[in-house]
């Protein structure tokens, strides 16, 4: 008997959906965080190239289903959200720019750890998960109840 895979959610732009993209945005941040944590010496080069591949398209992926659904049905709901969609939106063409970046910079480092620098590296790291961290648990504590309590697609 196959068993269902819980971590997979059934329809697209649901609120469960929502909350897995979120969770795998802070286990990113986590990842990112250990990274630093191991530069310059003890980093594992294999994890850190799959983790600079992962990354922008992790943040993409959540921030494609914000804009597609859940910023469009909490607008709807309410309007008066408009300053606040704004301000989201903004951080997200920020962490875009800066996921490259960093993606770029580890892989980088990966493959030549001994000529790059350890101590930028960790700068630019730190400079993105602290704040997407941030700006994920909002999301998980103000932005996914308002988009339940709005009528995401599939309540």
């Not at 921030?63 to 959200?81: M, S």
């Not at 620098?117 to 961290?133: H, K, N, S, V, W």
Request: charged fraction near 25%; charge should be negative; hydrophobic fraction near 40%.
């Amino acid at each position: 008997m196959r068993m269902p895979n819980h971590n997979i959610p059934e329809r697209i732009g649901s609120a469960q959906h929502y909350e897995v993209l979120i969770s795998k945005q802070e286990q990113i941040c986590h990842r990112l965080e250990l990274l630093a944590d191991q530069l310059p010496d003890r980093i594992d080069t294999l994890a850190a190239t799959t983790l600079a591949d992962a990354l922008y398209p992790t943040l993409r992926t959540c921030q494609d289903l914000e804009e597609a659904y859940v910023f469009p049905i909490i607008l709807k709901w309410d309007r008066t959200l408009g300053p606040t969609v704004a301000r989201l939106r903004a951080e997200h063409v920020e962490d875009e720019e800066h996921a490259s970046v960093v993606a770029e910079a580890v892989t980088h480092f990966a493959r030549s750890p001994r000529h790059a620098d350890a101590e930028r590296l960790g700068y630019l790291i730190r400079g993105l998960f602290q704040p997407l961290m941030r700006h994920s648990a909002f999301d998980r504590d103000i932005i996914l109840p308002l988009y339940c309590r709005a009528g995401e697609p599939y309540s």
